[in-house]
């Protein structure tokens, strides 16, 4: 077992979708995780925190597959991943 891997590699905690929409960088939904704790989301603005609402209720697609949120640090690897999104962007702030 490498435990510098792990020091090294930073657990993403928090994770925040913004919208670009209407020329404006405005953050709509926050996923946050803790190890041992369950994935939370926290909607800021209903309208365009819906993409959040549907992401932590049917996962997220990778690929053919979803991602749920219970698989807690693979679920926020998995928001960050690139989308072919024009108005939304997904950002680690986990700091």
Do not use: C
Request: overall charge negative; proline content about 6%.
């Amino acid at each position: 077992m490498n435990q510098e891997t792990g020091m090294t590699e930073q657990a993403l905690t928090r994770v925040a979708l913004y919208t670009f929409a209407q020329h404006t960088n405005r953050r709509v939904a926050e996923f946050r995780w803790q190890p041992g704790q369950a994935v939370s989301l926290t909607i800021l603005d209903p309208e365009w925190g819906a993409l959040a609402q549907d992401f932590y209720d049917n996962g997220v697609p990778v690929g053919a597959e979803r991602v749920p949120p219970e698989a807690g640090p693979d679920f926020m690897r998995a928001l960050l991943q690139r989308f072919r999104m024009s108005y939304y962007k997904f950002v680690d702030e986990s700091g």
